[in-house]
């Protein structure tokens, strides 16, 4: 179990999120194994008692990396009150399928954490700013909604910042001087962690037998998530080879997928499937439907939060992720709405169609996908230049 807690907490500290020093990392097993770094004083203490009052296998608290600290400390100014409790609801697709919203607590003691997260796998606690959160099967389930409440406080507060400033200058109203201030000082710690992907090649296809097939998957998967293109598990990958799909499995980290990787044929006719990534229906039609034969899905931050920038007033307002009407387009690539999965409103009804005549597709505040004939090199270059271009075009809308 030790070994699984400082697995989790490197990948903490790998991916910007935290610095094992400013973490304490719980799990049961035989007993309550702990990683612990110089936390508050009776953290240790409040959590283990924790263990008593709930059904779960891990804890995790822990002061996040910038920008994410100061983003924090941002988005909790504007709360909002469910059944007398204090969360924030940020509007994003991991949002609305993994958390619904984020729990807010004061100070940190175990009364507070059962109650945040009886109902919810992570909450924000104020002073210290921190998030705690909790697993029910493994440290890896713990890491996950760690990861998943940065990106999504990430994609609320630059989100809803673009809408501030966007209602100021249509409004004629002057910005307040102390939110840009904070803006252009989170801004700065977002620019300096911004990795490098411009220079990265990736096996050159096609593949030659199985073997290569799931070696490029998995260094595809890799370099997704080491250039922090998709946040935790979410995302996933395919390759078509020899009329057989190969796909990572569903909440499978893109990072480790040597043994989460399913073999699928084209026509779907045995069982394997079933571990496989919820979005399988739409990657059999993406391939059903075209030539191409390599597809990549992952949740660039910026390109999610151009996607559910939008000033038109229409009936679906609020559900427009999900049935938006409108035919737009981000850095020249479409947008188009879709939830998970193959439902009435599922991608499998959106995002096909148009990867028949685009190597690219993003959906509403959900991701994008990249296609490729030849090996991922196309799709994650793609996936790179996208992001970049719409953070470009971000910071041009919120320039004041």
């Known amino acids: 179990m030790f070994s699984l807690l400082k697995k989790y907490s ?52 822990a002061t996040p990396e910038e920008p994410y600290r100061r983003i924090l400390k941002e988005v909790i100014k504007e709360l909002v009150y469910l059944k007398d409790r204090p969360v924030i609801v940020p509007e994003d697709c991991e949002t609305r399928t993994f958390f619904h919203d984020i729990p807010v607590i004061e100070r ?3 009364d507070a954490v059962v109650s945040a997260l009886s109902e919810r796998k992570a909450a924000i606690v104020v002073e210290p700013i921190s998030i705690v959160s909790r697993g029910s099967v493994s440290p890896e389930e713990t890491f996950v909604s760690f990861s998943s409440t940065c990106f999504s406080t990430f994609v609320k507060y630059f989100y809803d910042h673009l809408c501030y400033v966007s ?22 710690f977002v620019d300096l962690t911004i990795p490098k992907a411009r220079d990265m090649r990736l ?14 998957i998995k260094e595809a998967g890799s370099k997704v998530v080491s250039c922090r293109l998709v946040d935790s598990f979410f995302g996933n990958i395919s390759l078509l080879f020899d009329n057989r799909i190969y796909i990572s499995q569903t909440a499978a980290s893109l990072d480790e997928l040597s043994e989460a990787i399913d073999i ?10 079933i571990t496989s990534s919820s979005e399988l229906p739409t990657h059999v039609a993406v391939y059903r439907s075209s030539d191409v034969r390599f597809i990549l899905h ?19 307002k609020g559900d427009c992720y999900a049935r938006c009407p409108e035919q737009r387009s981000i850095c020249a690539v479409p947008v188009v709405p879709g939830e998970i999965g193959a439902g009435p409103t599922g991608i499998v009804k959106t995002v096909p ?48």
């Open 353 to 400: 169609k148009l990867l028949k005549e685009s190597d690219a597709v993003v959906v509403i505040g959900h991701g994008v996908f990249t296609t490729g004939r030849k090996d991922f090199n196309h799709p994650f270059m793609r996936m790179v230049e996208i992001e970049e271009c719409c953070r470009l075009r971000y910071y041009k809308l919120v320039d004041i």
């Open 10 to 61: 490197e990948k903490l500290y790998s991916q910007g999120l935290a610095h094992p020093e400013k973490t304490a990392f719980l799990a049961l097993d035989d007993r309550v194994y702990s990683l612990t770094g110089v936390v508050p004083s009776g953290t240790v203490k409040e959590l283990t008692k924790v263990f008593d009052r709930m059904d779960i296998n891990s804890l995790l608290y």
């Open 203 to 216: 096996l050159k296809g096609p593949p030659r037998d199985e073997t290569t097939a799931i070696d490029m």
């Open 108 to 110: 940190l003691s175990a």
């Open 264 to 273: 699928i044929p084209l026509d779907c006719s045995s069982t394997a499937g």
């Open 298 to 316: 992952g949740h660039p931050r910026f390109a999610v939060i151009m996607s559910m920038y939008c000033d038109r007033e229409c009936e679906f």
């Open 167 to 188: 209602e100021c200058k249509n409004k004629g109203f002057r910005p307040s001087g102390q939110r840009l201030k904070a803006f252009r000082e989170i801004s700065a």
